[in-house]
């Protein structure tokens, strides 16, 4: 089974500059979620989608964030302008499509991608 | 806003000893699941309890829920140097939808 995509795995942009990054979840799980994880923090939760609609935004700063998966499929994290506390890991994740709130399944995380803004 | 602490956030130890960390929500939870990052690398799922007092094995490592639904630990029986790497529990609020990562113990097991 492929696991979890994310490109670019690195990318190197100016403060103001704007950035895209794509995650491909694996095939037929339902939940994706895009997580920030700072140096030496736990990752936090941007955005949470279950198929095409949104399930949380709360940490998602949404004057410079935006997120969209089309189709219930991939999705794309855009930041717009970047910070300099942008700098981080996004990592992308997926799971299957959750039941009651108590059936939830684990999460498989894709390799990240490392932003680095000057 | 709700928090999960884990303590300590730094261990190292000898091959061969034991460890534990601690986990500790401010709310309380649905259930917790445990991550395994190792250097450079991403976040892989080890396990997931659920219920009050829940106390799940595998292998070396023993996995406990606390009866209140709030804290959790992981121990770590005779570690070995592929045991390297942070370790988060990731709580769920109970009544939402959104998983609170920790702030997650990073282990160094010296040879």
């Known amino acids: 089974e492929a696991g979890v995509a994310q490109s670019p795995r690195y990318k190197i942009i100016e403060k103001r500059q704007s950035v895209a990054f794509w995650c491909n979840p694996i095939s037929g799980h339902a939940t994706l979620y895009w997580y920030q994880q700072i140096l030496g923090q736990g990752p936090k939760l941007l955005i949470q989608?279950?198929?095409?609609?949104?399930?949380?935004d709360s940490q998602l700063p949404k004057d410079r964030f935006s997120a969209e998966r089309l189709k219930g499929v991939d999705s794309t994290l855009k930041i717009q302008p970047a910070k300099l506390e942008d700098s981080a890991v996004y990592l992308c994740?997926?799971?299957?499509?959750?039941?009651?709130?108590?059936?939830?399944?684990?999460?498989?995380f894709g390799p990240g991608t490392r932003l680095t803004v000057t | 806003g709700q928090q999960v602490m884990q303590i300590p956030q730094y261990q190292h130890v000898q091959e061969g000893e034991d460890f534990t960390t601690y986990c500790n929500s401010s709310t309380t939870l649905s259930n917790i699941q445990w991550y395994k990052q190792r250097p450079g690398g991403h976040p892989v799922f080890l396990i997931q309890?659920?219920?009050?007092?829940e106390v799940k094995k595998q292998k070396r490592l023993t996995f406990q829920f606390g009866e209140a639904k709030k804290n959790s630990s992981l121990h770590i029986t005779a570690t070995q140097t592929t045991d390297v790497g942070t370790y988060f529990c990731?709580?769920?609020?109970?009544?939402?939808?959104?998983?609170?990562f920790g702030t997650g113990t990073r282990l160094k097991v010296l040879a």
């Open positions: 994740a997926s799971s299957k499509d959750w039941g009651q709130v108590y059936d939830s399944y684990e999460q498989y």
């Open positions: 989608f279950q198929n095409n609609g949104v399930v949380d």
């Open positions: 309890l659920v219920k009050s007092g």
């Open positions: 990731a709580g769920l609020t109970s009544g939402t939808y959104k998983y609170i």
